[in-house]
């Protein structure tokens, strides 16, 4: 087999277990349901696959690939830090609405028993998010407040912290009310929620 | 039994129920785990609840009393909408890291599968939130904007709606982070969020 069609059979195992795992949920899911649903042999699953376990670490990592590709990679190289923050808030958007992969990266945020040394994997490059979207909250507002990191005017009342927080969780918790045929879409949602997180609900 | 003391065994049992949901799994966990950790007969378990469905429904109705009970409720009563709002969001904060009822309300945001019946009757209890949310979000903008609905001065970038579920976003998602011993606290974390809503990460 070439190195291509079992990459895309991997890829395929993995957005059809984690379909599995979100309608029926992960555990009532068998590895003899997932090569069912792709209609493979048993055999033919576990040649790629020696476990359950291996299969959500895998759709996991996957979901934080995604993220890295299609998010921080093309950021990384804007410099101005107010651009980077806009460009990085839609692109994440676009992830996370996106029909070709909201099934995998969806499974990033339930709480999956995970072996411990699998999980702690998939925490670190989590918080590597966090760390680079709260490094990149306080250099939008050293820029924008000149303060250098230290308090200006009585200002930055927001920490990077709390700040890289809070747009973590507006833009990953679109999964839990956002509807393909809603009003809310990228091109309303986008300007939106960056238009909040520069200037608040009286922007 | 008198009736104080049934209440109080229904809670006790959705309380453990929910641990060991998040500890093993929903559907790893059986009713008779659920009954061996409380130290009941399986007979015992069943005269309170008939199913793990149930017990599942009933941790997520719960979820919602307690926001009902200490969200809304208390905030009903304040007339201006802007102090409305600051209050709700600082009550709302100390549910989803108050140690009380974590286990419980965090059991609303896993994607597990419920009978529809009882899936349409929880989304129907989060809707009317996420609708009380965006009437107040209406009322805040329209008190200090005074467009009176309208788009005033090119001005009202963030519609109620969006600016309902990115502060649901903010707040829901605490639980992915939040740690106890963690540097953000209820008493720096609520003035934060709060600022950030209403004026952005330049606040």
Redesign the interface.
């Given at each position: 087999m070439a190195r291509e069609t079992v990459l895309d059979s991997r890829q395929e195992i993995l957005r059809t277990a984690a379909r599995l795992f979100?309608?029926?949920?992960?555990?009532?899911t068998s590895m003899n349901d997932v090569a069912a649903a792709l209609k493979l042999s048993k055999g033919g699953l576990y040649h790629h696959f020696q476990s359950k376990d291996e299969i959500l670490f895998e759709i996991m990592n996957h979901a934080m690939e995604i993220t890295q590709e299609r998010v921080l990679n093309p950021v990384l190289d804007i410099a101005d830090p107010e651009e980077r923050l806009r460009a990085l808030i839609r692109l994440h958007i676009e992830v996370v609405i996106g029909p070709r992969d909201r099934e995998i990266t969806?499974m990033l945020?339930?709480?999956?028993?995970l072996p411990p040394a699998l999980r702690r994997r998939i925490n670190s490059r989590k918080k590597d998010y966090?760390h680079f979207l709260e490094k990149l909250?306080a250099e939008?507002?050293e820029k924008?407040?000149g303060d250098n990191g230290k308090v200006h005017r009585g200002?930055r009342?927001?920490?990077p912290?709390?700040?890289a927080?809070?747009l973590?969780?507006?833009?990953?918790?679109?999964y839990?009310?956002y509807k393909p045929e809603g009003?809310?879409q990228a091109q309303?949602?986008i300007?939106?929620?960056t238009?909040?997180?520069?200037?608040?609900?009286?922007?």
């Open positions: 979100q309608q029926r949920g992960y555990d009532a969806v945020h339930e709480n999956h028993p966090v909250m939008v507002q924008r407040l200002g009342k927001v920490s912290r709390a700040a927080f809070a973590l969780g507006m833009l990953n918790w679109i839990q009310w009003e809310l309303n949602l300007p939106q929620f238009e909040l997180i520069f200037g608040g609900i009286f922007a």
